[in-house]
């Protein structure tokens, strides 16, 4: 049944040539100046080849790649111009995902997903058919790709064991092969693993491209001689320019023969070749011109030819179209993995909730209550203790979702680069399951700590409103930690102004200054603190007591200036705006990434 499907699969894909033509790309530096990293090179990498980019570092490999995935565009400072076709059609980044994938570099895999799992997560989004056909194609990449071993051990990173190096490396290719891509382009598929394990990757994207008919591009470091066999098309780059294009094998050093560089009888070629590129040596720098010339003269017609050779026809756009609820349903339900998944995290979490709520009802046992004759100093210790359990029930979710959004961020930018979802469904997705812990830490930790500090429990529904006051406050402590995860690119910095940045709202809560006492100018400020609604509303939950009461109304000295359902509605304000801030920086990240 799995060989019919292949054939099914080769007949209903159409083939892709992609050429380029004079593409030049300069960008411009921090200092003003400006630089070519591409410097009008066109080509052609036609089905059923095996095309390898290679050339020194720094030589233009990657920036090539990602020019003809459409990953770069012309912007204000950097420049590109030429033409990009496949098929001879124009395409962009939209239309590149429906025909091709992109493996890049550093595989980003969720590393507590099980190889398996990671293949059916993207059978679901990105193919068509029913469940038993998806599962079928997962099965078939998992036996091509032989990772039937470890086809059910996680993926593996910083807080589980996983996978080989290798055996991710060919986890991250079936990711991209599942949907069945007429093209298929891998950044260095090959760095950091061995030379074994690189010739088997290699071989089976030789095996993939002539079997299937697809093409295959790859930019390539330092191959072995095994590996230097399987490449149909060669392309060499130093400094943004072309010195080889075509066949390897014979051709090539029969090429280099007759321009006078003669690879030595029983030397690795691709080691030849490295060494007559490498910028480093002052001799070959000299030599550049020579391979300028020579490509110029003999190979660029020969590459215009075959560019003008190439098949016509229209591109194979197919995109397996999913709802919104499907995509916000699969992303939700893979998150609840990766939660339960990270007991550490979860179980460091629970922890931290129970010690918190023991912790703060010891500090501030049993603090009298209105029937207990309280004094003033009673009331600044309650006023103390609700500002206090406000800003740590904030920063235990702002931690929490800094701390775990980098890793998602990176899969996202890849996986919406991918065409898998759109942003829409997967922040929905993100957020609503995000929110289970917004909801269960600070229950616990209110549920032990409330009666231990003595807070007002009249009735029931004064313990339900501080709960859900801490709810809300945590949910506010998530979108702001989604706010700062997406507004700056670098994480690191994410991770070390967000908590500095939320310190002066701590000041503008109503406890610290009085609502009433802040200057004109300034006063405004307190409308965006969610500590302000979170305090408000916690300390007239409390105060607001029928009976002999406090000695002074609290609620009058501090001057409130709203009531607690207003409250209510400020701190749902307070994350709403956040998150849908957020959601318009993760739109502006993913436009910023392509
Ligand atoms: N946006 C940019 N601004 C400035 N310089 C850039 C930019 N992108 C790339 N470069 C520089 O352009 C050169 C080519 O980069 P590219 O990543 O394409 O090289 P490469 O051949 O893939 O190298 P490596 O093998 O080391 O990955 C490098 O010197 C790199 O530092």
Known sequence: ?????????????????????????????????????????S???????????????????????????????????????????????????????????????????????????????????????????????????????????????????QFIKGISGGERKRTSIGYELIS??????????????????????????????????????????????????????????????????????????????????????????????????????????????????????????????????????????????????YQVMLIAKRQIKIIQRIRILSKARMAQSIILGVFLGLVFLRIPGPTDNPTIRDVNDKNGILLFFSVAIYMMQLQFCILTFPIQRAVFLREENAKFYTAGPYFVGQFIVDMIPAIVFPTITSLVSYWMIGLNDDNAGKVFFFIFIAILTSISGQAYGYLAGTAFSDVNVAVSLAPVLIKPFILFAGLLKNTGDYASWISWFQYLSPFKYSFTALCLNEYNYDGPGYPQDPVHQLDFNMSKWQAVGGLIGCFSICTFVSFLFLLIMKKRVQ
């Open 180 to 325: 069945d891509p007429s093209c298929i382009f891998l950044d260095e598929p090959t760095s950091g693993l061995d030379s074994f394990t690189a010739y088997r990757i290699i071989h089976l994207l030789s095996d993939f491209s002539h079997n299937k008919k697809k093409t295959v591009v790859f930019t390539i470091h330092s191959p072995s001689s095994d590996i230097w066999n399987l490449f149909d098309n060669i392309m060499l780059l130093v400094e943004g320019r072309f010195i080889y294009q075509g066949k390897g094998k014979q051709n090539i050093l029969q090429y280099f023969s007759s321009i006078g560089f003669n690879c030595p009888k029983y030397s690795n070629p691709a080691d030849y070749m490295m060494q007559i590129m490498h910028s480093s040596k002052q001799e070959n720098v000299q030599n550049y011109p020579l391979y300028f010339e020579g490509y110029d003269k003999k190979l660029q017609p020969i590459v215009n030819y075959r560019i003008s050779e190439t098949n016509q026809g229209l591109l194979p756009l197919k995109s397996a179209k999913t709802s919104f609820f």
């Open 1 to 41: 049944m799995i060989q019919t499907k292949n054939i099914d699969i080769i007949q209903e894909n159409r083939h892709v040539d992609i050429t380029f033509k004079n593409i030049t790309y300069t960008v411009t530096l921090k200092d003003g100046s400006k630089k070519d990293l591409l410097r009008g090179v």
């Open 43 to 157: 080509g052609i990498c036609k089905s059923g080849e095996v095309t390898a980019i290679l050339g020194s570092s720094g030589a233009g490999k990657t920036t090539l790649l990602n020019v003809l995935s459409q990953r770069i565009s012309n912007t204000r400072k950097n420049h590109l111009s030429g033409e990009i076709h496949a098929n001879n059609n124009q395409y962009d980044a939209d239309q590149f995902s429906q025909f091709a994938s992109y493996v890049m570099q550093d595989d980003v895999l969720l590393e507590t997903m099980t190889v398996k799992e990671c293949l059916t997560f993207a059978a679901n989004l990105r193919t068509s058919g029913t469940p038993l056909q998806k599962e079928e194609k997962v099965l078939e990449i998992i036996r091509s790709l032989h990772l039937e071993k470890c086809q059910n051990t996680f993926v593996g990173g």
